[in-house]
């Protein structure tokens, strides 16, 4: 059964200071999504990593994929308070159709 | 930009009923999906439908529910006898295809008193 663990599960942090949330899954797939929820709100799509080394940015965001080691990152760079929101990895677990399993999603709280 | 639109936003239940959840997908995708987040917690996948049949359900997606695509516009999810524990916010979503993101809709809100 695939599990997707995500590290941190809450983070607090300043405006401008960079940092990289973590997410590991237990069994081989290529197809990793980045999620980010408002509270209340629903998923909006902010990044799918497709292969191996596959490496995507936007704006402050950046995620990246290692099929091998099963280990996506999401690296925040300066930090904005905009950026404060609940961000959640999901990896498709069949094939055809999808079926993401979505990991706990972490809390990020940025601080002027 | 075209979206996801669910109705209602909330809804409020007894125990024991039928709710029906609707759905409307963006027009030209193929693949549609229904998802639960109880509160405060993780987005968890109930079924997947595509060709006018059940691609993939999960454990959670027993005989209680049901996922129609009555009109060839319409997705809905139909939860015949709620329980208490069925309390969640539940996310339709769709997609071009297998390989693309998900979109979701903005969720409906089903409370079971």
């Known amino acids: 059964e695939l599990k997707v663990e995500q590290n941190p599960l809450f983070l607090s942090m300043q405006e401008g200071k960079n940092y990289t949330i973590y997410c590991n899954y237990s069994?081989?797939?290529?197809?990793l999504y980045w999620y980010r929820q408002d509270p209340g709100k629903s998923l909006e799509s902010l990044f799918v990593?497709?292969?191996?080394?596959a490496v995507k940015q936007e704006g402050r965001l950046m995620a990246s994929l290692d099929t091998k080691a099963r280990l996506s990152t999401l690296h925040i760079t300066a930090a904005v308070h905009d950026l404060s929101a609940t961000y959640f990895c999901a990896v498709d677990s069949a094939e055809g159709a999808q079926k993401l399993v979505f990991g706990q999603g972490t809390r990020l709280t940025i601080n002027p | 930009e075209p979206e996801v639109t669910q109705t209602p936003s909330h809804q409020v239940t007894q125990m024991g009923q039928e709710v029906i959840l609707r759905c409307v997908p963006i027009s030209n995708h193929l693949y549609f999906y229904w998802y639960r987040q109880i509160l405060g917690q993780k987005v968890e996948f109930l079924v997947s439908?595509?060709?006018?049949?059940?691609?993939?359900k999960s454990e959670i997606f027993d005989d209680q529910f049901s996922v129609e695509r009555p009109d060839g516009s319409n997705f809905t999810l139909k939860i015949r006898s709620t329980k208490l524990e069925d309390s969640a916010m539940y996310f339709c979503?769709?997609?071009?295809?297998?390989?693309?993101?998900?979109?979701f809709g903005q969720g409906t809100r089903l409370t079971v008193v």
């Open positions: 439908f595509y060709n006018n049949e059940i691609s993939e």
């Open positions: 069994t081989t797939s290529d197809r």
């Open positions: 990593l497709l292969s191996n080394g």
């Open positions: 979503a769709s997609g071009r295809d297998s390989n693309t993101e998900a979109f």
